[in-house]
């Protein structure tokens, strides 16, 4: 992401203790992963790019296992420079290793969220320069499905829920025809790994869209709503470049329809997509935004609608989970107008929807990949505890995968609810130079694989994006720090 220009690379930290994880596991609580920002690049080795092509899925694997061509780095070298790569995705080595380490780390998971962006940047030019065929939406497809069988091999029978990302398209990066061939011939990769009663249904609303509901097994009376984001994002196209508001319209009114079905039903929701709402703090910083002298913040979503969607229905939805800038991150949605009432399960409160933010796998920024292991509650479909894991090494080579940090353990709260965020919220924008340690457990941990500080500077900004997300709330936060 841009952002990278402007802080930098931040740190690594300890390792949480096991003790504080079997403390904060019970029998109600069950493991889950957390994956995102894969950007899996089948093009690592050039070489192999038209057997590939010319292959059938089911072939893949043993293309991509074969020894690499003698030229590899240097065919590579030339690629990343004809595409004007940034930073080198996720060849199969790191997809593997991953895969291997999730399996290691987390025995016991019994349900997967992937938060888009499934193939690597640059993708378009990659295929032109390797392959040069002309069904470039038929190899997206065959990527999609390549990566989400591996996924659904390493963890066989456990629901694996999936989102789009940005750059999941049949044509370009932020461009998608809705009900078009891409999204009808990648439905089953989408939904193959939800719950057998629910794929048929996800398949037909996704062919349509992009988005799907299902229940969210093992947790009871619960639901995941996996939204496409891509249509409420300003780079939003359709594959002929043309504007259409109509898709994420149409989007609202089905998301609207789910949320007052799972209330009716007493369900509680998770609802996951890829670019999460709010201000993109980082780019209004590097574009040296005024803020104060009204001029807008620059948002990762025009996402005043789904906000509105969101608030409406804060007493059933549990969690947010997004992705998109590769960090690990927190955010929390705030209602401006929630209709008030009673939590699902007899709570009373403010109806906040904590969010969650999931670092990626592709260390295209520089940064070591990661993922995260969770615990999920089965009887309220609360985060109650996430640990994330890094990478020794970019490569997927000789990779050694451990314990970054323990959430509970690190910021002293019981769990990732809307109460525990919204405290440790309050406590970061109060701490605007980064003295205390949990906003420094905060800076150390949202960049994996570097010790630099280099977010302590633009701390006070930073924290008024995580939870005021309208450019409104966040200028007067902001300018409030200079009063």
Known sequence: ???????????????GSAQTRAGAASSSNVDALMVSDIHFDPFHDPAKAKLLEAAPVSGWAAILRAPDADDQAAAFA???????????????????????????????????????DLIAHAYPCRYKALVGGADYEAFVTKTITFVT????????????????????????????????????????????????P??????????????????????????????????????????????????????????GEQLSAARSAGERVWVMGHIPPGVNAFSTVKKMTDVCANEPAEMFLESGPLDAVLEQYADVVRLGLFAHTHMDEMRLLTPQGASGGELVGGEHGSHKIPVKLVPSISPVDGNNPSFTAAKVDTGTADLKDYRVLVASNQTGVGTVWSVEYDYAETYHVSD?????????????????????????????????????RELTPFWGQYACSMDELTSKGYAGCVCAQYK
């Open 1 to 15: 992401m841009a952002l990278i220009a402007v802080i930098g690379c931040l740190g690594l930290a300890g390792v």
């Open 78 to 116: 030339a690629l990343q420079t004809k595409c004007h790569a940034r930073g080198v995705d996720t060849p199969y080595v790191l997809l593997r290793s991953s895969l291997e380490a999730m399996q290691k780390q987390a025995p016991g998971t019994r349900f997967i969220t992937v938060t888009g």
């Open 198 to 255: 629910a794929r048929a249904e996800a398949a037909r609303e996704y062919a349509v869209g992009g988005y799907y509901s299902s229940p969210m097994d093992p947790v009871r009376r619960s639901r995941v709503i996996v939204l496409n984001d891509i249509y409420w994002s300003p780079k939003y196209e359709t594959c002929a470049g043309a504007e259409d508001t109509a898709p994420g319209k149409a989007e609202l009114a089905w998301l």
């Open 149 to 196: 069988q591996e996924l659904r091999e390493a963890f066989p029978g456990i629901p694996v829920y999936v989102s789009l990302g940005n750059n999941d398209s049949g044509c370009s990066d932020y461009r998608l025809d809705a009900g078009g061939d891409f999204l009808k011939d990648t439905a089953a990769a989408m939904t193959d790994g939800l719950p057998a």
């Open 416 to 452: 990732f609810s809307a109460a525990s965020v919204a405290g440790l919220m309050a406590g970061f924008k109060d701490d605007r130079k980064a003295q205390k340690n949990a906003s420094g457990a905060y800076i150390r941990h949202y960049f994996k694989g570097d010790v630099s």
